[in-house]
């Protein structure tokens, strides 16, 4: 698939496992803001190689695992 950019936000999403992003390799952008998000898995962004952006405003996520990404991110927004 070829996705440049990606909004998921309010949509009651509650955990992304590491299938969800599998064939997204182009994504850039991925807006997940204002879900229920919990949890993330650990290998839930493995492929997104491309990313530069990630929402993760306004969710009910208290921590994040120190490998949960294997690429830099340029900007990420959370709660804190």
């Not at 996705?3 to 496992?17: H, S, Y």
């Not at 898995?41 to 969710?59: G, H, P």
Request: glycine share 0%; hydrophobic share 45%.
């Amino acid at each position: 698939l070829f996705f440049i950019q990606l909004r998921k936000a309010i949509n009651n999403i509650e955990f992304i496992n590491s299938e969800l992003f599998k064939s997204a390799q182009n994504l850039k952008r991925l807006y997940l803001n204002k879900n229920s998000l919990y949890e993330l898995n650990v290998n839930a962004f493995k492929n997104l190689n491309n990313l530069i952006y990630l929402d993760l405003s306004e969710n009910n996520l208290q921590s994040l695992d120190n490998n949960l990404f294997s690429i830099y991110v340029i900007k990420l927004i959370t709660n804190t």
